[in-house]
């Protein structure tokens, strides 16, 4: 079955260390998306990737980090720049523009809770 | 600044009623919208959605209005079962660009028997 895999589900960091979240996805699916959850704040989006090797900045971008080496993946690194780096991860794919129904739609995967001690 | 706005946290409603979820935007350049259902600890799924030309779209149990003039949509689902207790967010595409996606605070919604 196609889908988006977050990995690790759970992640302990401490302050001040670099941590990296994992998204692969098969679904072929051009675009993708790393959002943050944070409670009464819905989800605001970090970076996204259109194409391999290419990424733009979302709405907070500041003290994140991300690469598109493959099509399949778009891993995600928290650094110690984060201020307040506790938060439900989310990772989402799209397909291209020109694809037919569904070309709106963003699949997400299951997420990363990542806290900070 | 919030662009997409559901300014009701929770909702309750008792099973086999209807239940109404409400979403207002700010801004006119949006062309998309979608309702998004997440469970806890899980990802949101995609549930329903509309294009800004339409002002209605129906899928089973579930409709979405929209009424463009007022920068409002609302989801309504009839009849109300136990498995819709979820969070809801509504989500705004820009017309043009990287088809980012806004999205709503969350509404969390509980089916009560």
């Known amino acids: 079955d196609g889908g988006i895999t977050q990995s690790p589900k759970y992640l302990f960091r401490k302050e001040g260390q670099n941590v990296t979240l994992s998204c692969e996805q098969n679904?072929?699916?051009?675009?993708m998306y790393w959002y943050r959850q944070d409670p009464g704040q819905g989800l605001r989006l970090i970076y996204y990737s259109q194409i391999v090797n290419d990424f733009q900045k979302g709405d907070i971008a500041e003290g994140y980090s991300v690469s598109r080496e493959k099509k399949e993946s778009f891993p995600l690194t928290v650094t110690s720049a984060q201020k307040n780096p506790t938060a439900f991860y989310l990772c989402?794919?799209?397909?291209?523009?020109?694809?037919?129904?569904?070309?709106?739609?963003?699949?997400f995967g299951a997420g990363s809770r990542l806290t900070v001690l | 600044d919030q662009q997409v706005k559901q300014n009701s946290p929770s909702l309750s409603v008792q099973e086999g009623r209807i239940s109404i979820l409400n979403c207002d935007y700010t801004?006119?350049?949006?062309?998309?919208f979608l309702w998004y259902k997440k469970y806890p600890a899980e990802g949101p799924t995609f549930l329903i959605s509309i294009s800004s030309i339409k002002d209605k779209n129906e899928d089973g149990r579930f409709t979405v209005f929209l009424n463009k003039s007022a920068k409002h949509l609302s989801l309504h689902i009839v009849p109300s079962q136990p498995g819709d207790s979820a969070v809801y967010f509504c989500?705004?595409?820009?017309?043009?660009?990287?088809?980012?996606?806004?999205f709503g605070q969350g509404t969390r919604l509980t089916i009560n028997p």
């Open positions: 989500a705004a595409r820009y017309v043009q660009g990287a088809q980012k996606l806004v």
């Open positions: 679904l072929n699916h051009d675009a």
């Open positions: 989402a794919s799209r397909a291209a523009r020109r694809s037919l129904s569904g070309a709106n739609v963003l699949t």
């Open positions: 801004n006119s350049m949006f062309d998309y």
